[in-house]
């Protein structure tokens, strides 16, 4: 028998098993989910198995993507509060879903490391072996819904590409115009029949500091502004610098430079703008990424461009600003979806939609810092009883 045939009877069997599994159920339940019953565009549609015991979600590759499903994996928690839930990602997402208390495991996709052929097999064994009733893939990749596939996972869930739409029990087409949150979140919960209407808050777990990063009763500011190689998005060096100068010349907040080793390298004139104030710290590539999420939760506000640092303070509840250039996917299909944040943009009349961030001027953030930091201290006012917040 072929590959085609087995997996054609195998899900046959499924959604029969599944129809026995749903008797008393709702009808109208019922009939939103039957794919006989409903109407709807092709996509393969099938019941959840029940109960559900274990699942495997693969994780999109990129930090800011993964932060997205957030919403996503809530529903699913929702849905199966009992269930196992592991995580196949990238080797350097690892540690951050390490740190998540919902994962039950952590397996990871090594295929660059070992060889597309090596690193495949070698994952396809660590899946079969451990029997996942449900599979769910966070993106189109064919290779992913195939390797669950071939792994005997029950039921795998995903976004229909071209050539590939047999592989999916459930699908849905990944429109390009929905906000990749409600992307997400909508893939679950249509396949769980739409028992929820508004999308929970994203959540990441994170664990105290160790030490405090400072030892004062001044407001702590994060500043995650790019470099150069990020293009358009970052916040040009010259006003950066600057920026960073007039804060130091006020001599009344905590700052806390934010990213990556390659950040650092790139832009030492940051570290030089602040030298000789005593309340600066620049841990641009020396955290891993429990100990950045750790870091940004204990800021009281997080200036930054459209990045993934953005996505983690709004996981973690802290105030942040961002700082909106151009990019390859328009902000409005990433944007954080918190009641909170604050977006400064000067860029709608502008024929050339690179010079948008340039046109944010150190005074506009400067002003939206005050803003904020003035609400921070009245809110906070029995800690920074003796700190003056002055005129940034």
Sequence with gaps: MNVSNQLSRSREALINSSRHSCEGRNPATFKALDPGLRQGDGIN??????PIKKVVIWAPRKLGNALMTL????????????????????PILQSLFRSQSWVSEVIEDSSKSKGLMT???????????RRFNLG?????AVRCALLFRLAGVMQVIGFAGSGHRFLLDYSQRSDDGTHRVNRHAMLVNEYFGRPARFL???????APLPTPLFVNSKLTLGLHLGTPSKGCRSYPTAQ???LISRLVSRRNVNIVLLGDQAEQK????????AAGYDDFLDLRGKTDLPSLVSTVATLDLLVAIDSSVMHIAAAVGTEFIVLLGRSHVPFELVRPKVPFGIYLDRGDMLIQECEKITSISVDDVLNAIDDVLAKAKKKNSS???DQSLGKL
Excluded at 74 to 87: F, G, I, M, W
Excluded at 136 to 140: A, E, L, W, Y
Excluded at 266 to 273: G, M
């Design 200 to 206: 929970p808050a994203p959540h990441l777990d994170h």
């Design 45 to 50: 549609q099938s019941f959840p198995s029940s």
């Design 71 to 90: 919403p996503a994996i809530q529903l699913l928690r929702a849905n199966c509060p009992d269930a196992e839930v592991s995580v196949v990602c990238h």
């Design 266 to 273: 790139e832009s030492p004139e940051y570290a030089r703008a």
């Design 119 to 129: 690193g495949n097999l070698s994952l396809l064994r660590e899946l079969r072996r």
């Design 383 to 385: 800690r920074y009883e």
């Design 136 to 140: 769910i893939v966070f993106h189109k």
């Design 240 to 242: 950066a610098c600057a």
